[in-house]
C-alpha cells in the first residue's frame, strides 16, 4: 500500500513538471496519463489488491489523483490553444481573461450616503484615532470621572487607568473628532466625522464589539436648536425621502444641553407597527443637542460668543435595514457570497 502512495506521489511530481509546447504534446499526455492503457487507469486497477477496510480511504486518494491529472489535462488544453499559431498568428476571437470587480462593502455605501449629504451642506470629512486617551473621549466631552458611562463594562481599555500614565483607550464613539476639531482653535467648524468606534458588548446577531458612527458638528456665532433642526430634517428627507416623518425626544447626552433623540417614521412598515420598530411605527436614528457649555470651555472655545450643536449616529442600523441583513456578524466576516451581493452598487 505504502509502494502504491509513493508511486502516485512520484507520478503527480511528473504531472506538476510537465509541460507541452504545442498540441501534440498536449495529446501525448492525455495518451500517457488519462488513455485507455494510460496510467491513471492502471492505478485504479491497483483498487482490487486494496483490503476491505482501507477501501474507502485509498478510494479517496486514487480519485484525487485522478481529477489531478485531469485538471493538470484541462490547463495544458487551454494553455496551449492560446498559443501563438506561427503560420496564422493568434487567434483574436478567443474570449478576454474575465477581470474578478470588487466590490464596495455595505457599511462604507451607507456612510458614503450620510456624509456626503452633509458635505452638500457644507460640512468638512475628518476623521480621528481609534486609539484613545480619557481627555479627548470622556473627560473634555464633559464625562466626569465617575459617569456610568466609563464603566469597565462598555469601554476596552488598552491601559487599565490604574496602570498610571495616560489612559489608552478604543474610542467608544466618534464624539472624540469633535474634541479634536475644537481644540485646533480654528473657527467656525461645519464637519462630519466617520469611524469605527468599539464598546465590549457580547457580539450577537443584533450587536457587535466594534461598529461604525458618524459625529456631525456646527460651532458658530448665533447657532440655534432650529438650524440643528433644519439640518436634520433636509438630513431625514435626503436620506429615506419626503414622506417620512420625524420627531425629537428630549433626551440626555453629557456633552450636549439641551439633548434629544431623533426618530423616523418606520422605513419598513411606513408607520404602521412591525418587528423592526417594536410595533411603534418609529425607528431611532442619532442622538443630538446644543454643544454643553462645559465642551466648549475644554477646547478653549468662548460660550458667550459661540454656540454649536452636534449629532452622532450609527451605520450599522440603517444598513442592515436598507439591505435586508439580519445578522450584523456579517458585515466583519469577510464571506465574499456576502460581500459580493453589493458588487456594482456605489
Ligand atoms: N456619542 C453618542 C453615542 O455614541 C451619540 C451622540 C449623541 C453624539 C448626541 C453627539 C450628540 O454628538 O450630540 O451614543
Redesign the pocket.
Known amino acids: 500500500m505504502e509502494q502504491l502512495l509513493e508511486q502516485i506521489e512520484t507520478y503527480k511530481k511528473e504531472i506538476r513538471g510537465f509541460s507541452a509546447a504545442d498540441t501534440k504534446a498536449v495529446e501525448e499526455f492525455r495518451i500517457k496519463y488519462l488513455g485507455t492503457k494510460g496510467v491513471v487507469k492502471s492505478i485504479m486497477g491497483e483498487m482490487k489488491n486494496v483490503p476491505v477496510d482501507k477501501k474507502k480511504e485509498f478510494g479517496q486518494v486514487l480519485n484525487d489523483f485522478k481529477t489531478f491529472a485531469e485538471e493538470k489535462f484541462e490547463s495544458l488544453k487551454s494553455s496551449s490553444s492560446g498559443q501563438v499559431d506561427t503560420v496564422n498568428g493568434p487567434d483574436l476571437s478567443l474570449p478576454g481573461d474575465p477581470v474578478a470587480l470588487g466590490s464596495r462593502h455595505p457599511i462604507t455605501l451607507m456612510r458614503n450616503r450620510i456624509v456626503s449629504i452633509f458635505q452638500r451642506l457644507g460640512f468638512a470629512v475628518a476623521e480621528g484615532p481609534e486609539i484613545e486617551d480619557d481627555w479627548h473621549n470622556f473627560t473634555a466631552l464633559n464625562l466626569h470621572e465617575h459617569h456610568p458611562a466609563r464603566d469597565m463594562q462598555d469601554t476596552f481599555y488598552v491601559q487599565h487607568p490604574s496602570a498610571g500614565g495616560v489612559d489608552w483607550l478604543l474610542r467608544t464613539?466618534t464624539?472624540n473628532v469633535?474634541i479634536r476639531e475644537m481644540e485646533k482653535g480654528k473657527l467656525p467648524i461645519r464637519g462630519i466625522y466617520p469611524g469605527r468606534v468599539y464598546r465590549n458588548e457580547t457580539v450577537s446577531a443584533r450587536s457587535h464589539c466594534f461598529f461604525h458612527?458618524v459625529?456631525g458638528l456646527y460651532i458658530d456665532e448665533n447657532v440655534s436648536f432650529a438650524d440643528l433642526k433644519q439640518t436634520l430634517y433636509f438630513f431625514v428627507r435626503e436620506m429615506y425621502g419626503k414622506d417620512v416623518k420625524v420627531r425629537f425626544r428630549p433626551s440626555y447626552?453629557p456633552?450636549?444641553e439641551p439633548?434629544a433623540e431623533m426618530d423616523v417614521t418606520c422605513f419598513i412598515c411606513g408607520g404602521t407597527g412591525c418587528n423592526i420598530c417594536k410595533k411603534t411605527g418609529w425607528v431611532e436614528i442619532l442622538?443630538?443637542?446644543m454643544v454643553h457649555p462645559n465642551v466648549l470651555l475644554n477646547c478653549k472655545i468662548d460660550p458667550s460668543k459661540y454656540t454649536g450643536y452636534?449629532?452622532?449616529m450609527g451605520i450599522e442600523r440603517p444598513a442592515l435595514l436598507k439591505y435586508g441583513i439580519n445578522d450584523i456578524r456579517l458585515f466583519s466576516e469577510n464571506d465574499v457570497r456576502f460581500l459580493n451581493q453589493f458588487t456594482g452598487a456605489i
Open positions: 464613539h464624539s469633535q458612527q459625529e447626552f456633552f450636549t439633548s442622538g443630538c443637542g452636534a449629532f452622532g
